[in-house]
């Protein structure tokens, strides 16, 4: 018999393919990203993220309500801190009145509900814009992660559900992890970046937060000696399984789409949810080719955030999110 099997029969029409679809994207799958600054009603577009804009507390509160209305249940928050507050040791990190402290509670005073999850790093805070401390040209492992240790616990304190280091240093999971339970901060969640990749596609968001590395001779150019090689497979998989020992709840890949084979690899290899975040390049990218008319917007949206599920993600940090939930109705 010729053809052996006919696949197309389950092709025919969109009843028949929603019927035996194997992936669907749902608005509790996403995580939606949010940037934060001073100031009163504030909304700046970043000119290399269009549609999308740094908010004051009172626009963030109002964008929260809108999100949970959308039912989207989750955030990530970032802040962009003014150069006069930043340093080398991250004492602004660490303010109970900071601008990322405000911000979680305003998030939770508009819309209690909400899954507040926060960045933890040093890089909005660094003058040299590094992750991490800077000593003689390095970037301090341990001492770093003492730090995000008292930040973490600080975010906690201010009432996020999770904290997200983004940061890559050796052990701070676990220090982290000890540091809340010894607060007793135990129903505090880490959502950890496992593999980060030292990736060109953090470009806009380092725009967004005025938080590229400096070009300065004492200072690392670029975040490699902590950041993952992308060349590397086997690495990843080690990370992750490290943070899952030392007590994350959640790993997260990143960049999405030229790491999906990651993703798929981790998903694997750990019994706890993994995520993914298209990153702000990944959005230019897509956002440039379609105002050039170069690509559909809607379709390569939905093409990409369905593959990073479908690659074995469960949870998906995007700056579409509110596009794609209204896509879908
Ligand atoms: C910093 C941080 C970065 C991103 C999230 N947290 C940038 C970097 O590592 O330089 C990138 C997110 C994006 O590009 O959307 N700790």
């Known amino acids: 018999m010729y053809p052996l099997r006919r696949n197309r029969r389950l092709r025919t029409n969109e009843a028949i393919r929603h019927m035996v679809r194997e992936t669907i994207l749902t608005p509790s799958d996403f995580l939606v990203p949010l940037f934060v600054v001073e ?3 504030v909304r700046e577009e970043i000119p290399s ?54 911000a979680i509670k305003a998030v939770k005073n508009a819309c209690p509900d909400m899954l507040v999850m926060t960045d933890v790093a040093l890089d909005p805070y660094s003058t040299y814009g590094h992750d991490g401390i800077v000593a003689n040209g390095v970037i301090l492992n341990d001492e770093t992660s003492e730090l995000l240790a008292e930040m973490s616990i600080s975010h906690a304190h201010a009432g996020a559900d999770f904290v997200a280091p983004s940061d890559m240093m050796d052990g701070r999971i ?30 806009p968001f380092r725009e967004a937060l005025d938080s590229a590395p400096v070009d300065s001779p004492d200072v690392p150019k670029d975040k490699q000696t902590y950041q993952m090689d992308t060349a590397n497979r086997l690495e990843a998989i080690r990370e992750a399984e490290m943070d899952v020992e030392e007590g994350a709840d959640i790993v997260m ?28 390049g990944e959005y230019a990218m897509l956002k440039a080719a379609a105002e050039k008319g170069w690509l559909d917007h809607d379709a390569v949206m939905m093409e ?25 109705g």
Not at 183 to 199: F, N, P, Q, R, V
Not at 315 to 327: G, P, Q, R
């Open 39 to 41: 100031g009163h009603d």
């Open 174 to 203: 676990q220090i982290i992890r000890e540091a809340l339970e010894d607060e007793e901060l135990t129903d505090t969640g880490i959502m950890s970046y496992c593999a980060k990749y030292a990736s060109g596609f953090y470009g």
């Open 49 to 102: 993220m269009p549609n999308y804009y740094r908010l004051s507390l009172d626009n963030l509160q109002k964008e929260v309500k809108e999100l949970w209305n959308m039912g989207l249940c989750a955030v990530l928050l970032f802040v962009k801190i003014p150069e006069e507050l930043k340093d080398n040791q991250g004492k602004e990190a660490l303010n109970e009145h900071g601008l990322m402290q405000r």
């Open 304 to 328: 990409q955030l369905i593959s990073m599920k479908r690659a074995g993600a469960s949870i998906i940090a995007s700056y579409f999110a509110k596009d794609a939930v209204k896509l879908m």
């Open 253 to 280: 890949v990143k960049p999405g789409l030229s790491y999906l084979d990651i993703v798929r690899d981790i998903r694997e290899v750990v019994d706890i949810p993994v995520a993914v975040y298209q990153v702000s």
